[in-house]
């Protein structure tokens, strides 16, 4: 399974940022986002169910939307109201019942 992830970018403090990830199948069950800045662990940013279930780490509560698409294979992140703590590698993310798949990560920067 391949994750190809686009849409990260250099935004002001305020600005917003849509994160795009397909997948090369759709027998994926969860899919997610993940970011990671230097000399700090990946850590969980949002997730969402073939049912559509989400979750969110209580630091973008509010502020990014997780989303899918109908065919299962495409997961979206719109990312509002950004802050410069934001800024990181984004990861995309995705399970089956046996194995789990990373993308490759994406840059965003969010200047103050």
């Known amino acids: 399974v391949q994750l190809q992830a686009s849409g990260g970018g250099l935004v002001q403090a305020g600005g917003s940022l849509r994160l795009s990830c397909a997948a090369s199948?759709?027998?994926?069950?969860?899919m997610g986002w993940y970011r990671q800045t230097p000399g700090k662990q990946r850590e969980l940013v949002a997730t969402?169910?073939?049912?559509?279930?989400?979750y969110y780490a209580d630091s973008v509560k509010g502020r990014f939307t997780i989303s899918r698409d109908n065919a299962g294979n495409t997961v979206y992140l719109q990312m509002n109201s950004l802050k410069p703590e934001d800024t990181a590698v984004y990861y995309c993310?995705?399970?089956?019942?046996?194995?789990?798949?990373w993308g490759l990560g994406t840059q965003v920067t969010v200047s103050s």
């Open positions: 993310h995705a399970e089956t019942t046996l194995l789990d798949y």
């Open positions: 199948t759709s027998i994926l069950i969860n």
């Open positions: 969402i169910t073939r049912g559509d279930s989400t």
